[in-house]
């Protein structure tokens, strides 16, 4: 039997075009790698000395422990541990680069960049407890830079990350105090964990989770301040009309793809890809220069620009296989090693561009803030003369595209409640789920993996919750997901919500000027853009007066991949939310630690990750939860 590989339209319209073309796509490669290991799928496979490697037999007739004494529980601790440094690294150097950027033009170092967004940058002023009374906005700009920056470099142990500690319910903050478990310094934490999983080291498996739990946090706390200060410099995102799916690629315009992580470097692009828009006509591109996204890049762009949305994680290769893509331009993390292979394929410029990302054969741009216009004009020029090269005869691109609403950060999400209290605009909100008309709030966040077909676990989860009265808010590639199936758009709400549910989105979208209902599912921006639903749910909490993990609020990786999803799940359940995995996580080869995740975390912290890979009986699962919460509030 083949298992469906993909639900992606457009897929089924490339995946033919590349088997003829000879090109080998994720979905080639992972049948080719079957079958996969089974120590490496159950964590106990162990390669931290080169006196391994070694593995646990998990029937028992084998070994029980590692040539050290390691057993299984260590093992796959330290393993999963690992994953969430690994992915607090990414999400904080991320942070780090964009704080540094804020600091650069506080100092009036970087001509590239502005703040955009003063107010955010204020309110961030605020938040953090930075007095701006007489400040102008580059000095509120180098103290918010200063405050941040303290979270990479604050040595005492008893001082928390600045930011964690404005984010967060104070019962929140307390629990997680009495675990030692708040990070004062991302950089340290992640260190501790690389430190303390060396062979001969940490060896309690209860400890090293522990350690584990403090790394999310850090990474929670890296992601806020990421999504926070990208905000200053290039504004909050506000509700926008755009596209999703590889339809959105021009057959008339020079096409550049923009992928990868950090808006630094893709608003510099769509910047001066506006600017340079004549030349690429007079390459005989009749419709100019047209920005397509991908992976969370493209969620950053989409949200503040309403760029359209080419693919997610699972489709980044289809794109190329289109053979209308000019360049593809990428930064950080989630980039397939596969696409330089697969630009030469075909005539695409694929271009890296952060010294400490680089991959083998492609073109290298070294972007520097400092430099960033000189550099994004190189980039873009290089896509105009890729173009020049381009063979009609070779360009498919697939019919397929849908119409998205998106950009509903804090700021709008609020701004369109007080449309109907502005007074008060949580009200609305917490008077619908108090009476039942919103049962709950479920975040769809993560990836898309090849264990899954791609984007079918998301869709059929929220269509199940949707009937069933749950308020969705997505990040990430699950937002593209739904953007790409048409989710994010007001005829889904009329089609699947529930009746109560469609009633409220239709009051909140008609009063806030939409002319019908919000769209079925909100899309809150990139994977570190998952801090903004937290901030929406501890302003209802705060405002109810209980802490996180009371709320009818849960979330859900179904198509998890990433060890960046790794370490956002593992601070979810920390914050006290109940989180699906749809996915099987590489844990289960420890009795203890899976014991531990799944059940003690739930007396520890109030969240627990719930594996269920069948999306279904996922839903339902959730739904069970979702009532379980409103019956201890008492609604
Ligand atoms: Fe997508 Fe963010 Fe996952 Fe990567 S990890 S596959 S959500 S692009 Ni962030």
Redesign the pocket.
């Given at each position: 039997m083949t298992m469906k590989l993909s639900t992606d339209p457009s897929a089924a319209t490339l995946l033919p075009i590349a088997k003829k073309e000879g090109i080998a796509t994720v979905w080639d490669r992972h049948r080719a790698m079957q079958p996969q290991c089974g120590f490496g799928q159950l964590g106990v496979c162990c390669r931290i000395c080169w006196k391994g490697p070694c593995r646990i037999d998990p029937f028992g007739d084998g070994p029980q422990r590692g040539i050290c004494g390691a057993d299984a529980d260590t093992i796959v601790a330290r393993n999963v541990i690992r994953m969430i440094a690994a992915g607090a690294a990414?999400h904080s150097e991320h942070g780090r680069h964009v704080a540094l950027a804020l600091q650069g033009v506080a100092e009036g170092r970087l001509p590239a960049y502005q703040i955009r967004d003063e107010a955010k940058l204020r309110a961030v002023a605020a938040k953090l407890d930075i007095c701006t009374e007489g400040e102008d906005i580059p000095a509120i700009a180098a103290a918010v830079a200063k405050a941040t920056l303290e979270d990479f470099q604050n040595q005492d142990h008893d001082v928390p990350c600045n930011w964690i500690e404005a984010t967060l319910t104070k019962k929140r903050l307390e629990r997680l105090q009495a675990l030692h478990v708040l990070p004062h310094n991302i950089d340290a934490v992640i260190t501790q964990i690389m430190g303390r999983t060396l062979v001969g080291c940490d060896a309690d498996p209860v400890n090293l989770i522990l350690g584990g739990i403090k790394g999310a946090l850090a990474d929670f706390n890296g992601m806020c301040l990421a999504t926070e200060l990208s905000d200053a410099l290039f504004g909050a995102p506000a509700p926008v009309v755009t596209a999703a799916n590889l339809g959105v690629i021009k057959q008339d315009a020079v096409n550049i793809a923009v992928h990868g992580?950090n808006p630094l470097l893709s608003e510099v692009v769509c910047e001066v890809a506006g600017q340079m828009d004549e030349e690429a006509r007079k390459a005989g591109a009749k419709e100019g220069i047209n920005i397509v996204g991908i992976?969370?890049t493209g969620?950053e762009v989409m949200v503040r620009h309403g760029i359209p949305l080419a693919a997610?994680?699972l489709s980044q290769e289809l794109a190329l296989v289109t053979g209308a893509v000019d360049a593809m331009v990428v930064d950080v993390?989630?980039i397939m090693p596969s696409v330089s292979e697969i630009g030469a394929c075909f005539h695409t410029a694929v271009i890296t561009t952060m010294a400490e990302n680089k991959i083998p054969g492609a073109t290298h741009v070294d972007f520097k803030e400092e430099t960033a216009l000189e550099n994004a004009r190189r980039i873009v020029a290089t896509a105009i003369d890729a173009y020049k090269r381009r063979d009609p005869r070779r360009v498919n691109i697939p019919d397929f595209k849908q119409t998205a609403i998106v950009g509903f950060g804090v700021e709008s999400v609020l701004a369109a409640l007080a449309t109907l209290n502005a007074e008060d605009p949580l009200q609305p909100l917490i008077e619908n789920i108090a009476n039942g008309n919103i049962r709950g709030i479920a975040l769809f966040?993560?990836?898309?993996s090849t264990q899954v077909a791609q984007d079918s676990s998301f869709v059929t989860m929220a269509k199940k919750l949707a009937a069933n009265n749950v308020l969705m808010l997505a990040?990430?590639?699950?937002a593209?997901s739904f953007a790409k199936h048409g989710l994010m758009t007001q005829e889904a709400t009329l089609e699947y919500a529930g009746e109560s549910l469609k009633a409220v989105l239709t009051a909140i979208g008609t009063s806030a000027g939409l002319n019908g209902p919000l769209p079925l599912v909100l899309h809150m921006g990139?994977?570190?853009d998952n801090s903004r639903a937290v901030q929406v749910a501890v302003a209802v909490a705060d405002k109810l007066g209980v802490d996180l993990d009371q709320l009818p609020l849960v979330a859900s990786a179904p198509e998890?991949?990433?060890e960046?999803?790794v370490a956002?799940g593992t601070w979810s359940v920390a914050l006290g939310i109940p989180t699906h995995l749809g996915t099987m996580p590489q844990v289960t080869g420890s009795a203890k630690v899976t014991e531990l995740l799944t059940q003690t975390a739930k007396d520890l912290l109030g969240g627990y990750f719930l594996v269920e890979l069948d999306p279904e009986v996922a839903a339902d699962k959730l739904l069970e939860v979702i009532e379980e919460r409103r019956k201890g509030l008492g609604i």
């Open positions: 990414g992580h992976c969370c969620n997610n994680y993390q989630c966040a993560g990836c898309n990040t990430g590639c699950g593209g990139s994977c570190v998890a991949m990433s960046k999803a956002i």
